[in-house]
């Protein structure tokens, strides 16, 4: 039954940074972990990076570790992808999305998804 609405994305040039904010409405996510997608034109949704429940535990996609990271905070219901040192191959639709396990989120198996925001990196 929970919503997800993620905004921030934009137009940034290569090296830039951008924030990206999914909040959640219907219920709390506190229970659940979370994470974050995308999808490039063309390309199948890959997976990029999930939170456990607790906040406790990360875990990121190779092509951005270092330079993503992922946050919750239980009291707004939102979670945040904070993406430094952008590429160019960084250029995708971002989606969020909620699952029962850190483990199942990064297989892609996940109970709810938003709509992706727009995130272009250019040259």
């Known amino acids: 039954q929970v919503q997800l609405v993620e905004s921030g994305g934009g137009l940034v040039q290569a090296g830039g940074s951008l924030r990206l904010s999914c909040a959640a409405s219907?219920?709390?996510?506190?229970?659940?972990?979370m994470g974050w997608f995308r999808q490039a034109p063309g390309k199948e949704r890959e997976f990029v990076a999930a939170?456990?429940?607790?906040?406790?535990?990360?875990y990121y996609a190779d092509s951005v570790k270092g330079r993503f990271t992922i946050s919750r905070d239980g009291a707004k219901n939102t979670m945040y992808l904070q993406m430094n040192s952008l590429k160019p191959e960084d250029t995708a639709d971002y989606y969020c999305?909620?699952?029962?396990?850190?483990?199942?989120?990064?297989?892609?198996?996940?109970?709810?998804w938003g709509h992706g925001t727009q995130v272009t990196v250019s040259s």
């Open positions: 999305a909620t699952g029962p396990s850190l483990a199942t989120i990064t297989q892609g198996t996940v109970g709810s």
């Open positions: 219907g219920r709390t996510i506190g229970g659940y972990a």
């Open positions: 939170i456990s429940w607790s906040g406790d535990t990360t």
